[in-house]
């Protein structure tokens, strides 16, 4: 064989096994990427029910998501542990995007969240079919120095099936001020409660006399905390009234049915975001 067809021949299959080598990296490249979970640890109530991984397609920024695959009903979660300073307030927050996500028995508190793992803190719990939204938890260490900080689709006492995106995770750690002895609340009062229980729809209104009573029972509920605490203490209640029907109950199998923060939260929040609240009360009527 002629000295050019062998060097011909060593350039084709140099260049073959070269292309091959490129499209194993390629391959190798995006599995590490959809498996890559940067020291979240992964897990799940019922093993090998749902899948996790970094998602390339669905995203809210640059990097990829975070996604849990749930097909049939877990409690599944992606969480980390974070050191963290005792007593000390902090907040956590993230992007979510669900797809048909269901809590399983229809329970409160379940769905797309951001939990303490091993414990009933938790943000506000998503379901359905929602675009990007942010989630927000805020939390006090105690007496704890470290937390596993946990994004989850399912929740402490139920689980979730569905899908669900998480993204842009971020920790803040605030500031106990102790000489701010003014603590602020919320009062929402909602004129009107339409909900449907047992089958039955049940529409009530609240009263000017209602009204009227509330306002009482909260100037009483100032003068209260100042004159009970001898001035160490004070309370701050700013009272809103809210138009929109009151359109879902949650229910517990132990105390029946109840307002969970899921229920009020499209109504309430953007308030609650302006006024940096210490507690949040929600007044609605259940009877005639």
């Known amino acids: 064989m002629p000295k050019r067809q062998k060097t011909l021949k060593s350039r084709i299959a140099y260049s073959i096994t070269l292309i091959i080598l490129l499209v194993l990296l390629y391959f190798a490249y995006q599995y590490y990427q959809s498996n890559n979970f940067n020291d979240f640890i992964r897990s799940e109530t019922n ?12 995203k809210y920024s640059d990097t990829r998501s975070y996604k849990i695959e749930s097909p049939d009903y877990n409690d599944a979660m992606f969480y980390k542990t974070v050191q963290v300073e005792k007593n000390t307030p902090y907040k956590v927050t993230c992007m979510v995007k669900t797809s048909d996500v269901e809590a399983q028995d ?4 379940v769905g797309a969240q951001i939990a303490i793992e091993g414990t009933t803190e938790r943000s506000v719990a998503i379901s359905g079919t929602q675009e990007w939204q942010k989630l927000e938890l805020i939390f006090n260490s105690k007496n704890r120095e470290e937390v596993n900080i946990g994004f989850r689709l399912g929740g402490y006492l139920g689980q979730a099936k569905g899908q669900a995106w998480f993204s842009d995770f ?13 603590w602020k609340f919320a009062c929402f009062i909602f004129e009107s409660t339409d909900v449907t229980v047992n089958g039955q729809r049940i529409q009530l209104s609240v009263t000017q006399s ?3 009573d509330i306002k009482n029972t909260l100037n009483r509920f100032q003068n209260s905390c100042k004159d009970l605490s001898e001035g160490k203490m004070t309370a701050q209640v700013d009272m809103y009234q809210v138009e929109t029907p009151l359109t879902k109950l949650s229910y517990d199998n132990e105390f029946g049915y109840y307002v969970a923060p899921e229920d009020v939260e499209e109504q309430i929040k953007s308030t609650i975001a302006e006024g940096d609240y210490d507690h949040i009360f929600v007044v609605i009527r259940l009877r005639r």
């Open 106 to 109: 229809m329970l409160s508190g």
């Open 47 to 58: 093993l090998y029910t749902s899948s996790f991984k970094r998602d390339k397609e669905i």
């Open 170 to 182: 971020t920790i803040e750690e605030g500031i106990t001020s102790k000489n701010d002895n003014n």
């Open 210 to 212: 209602d009204i009227n």
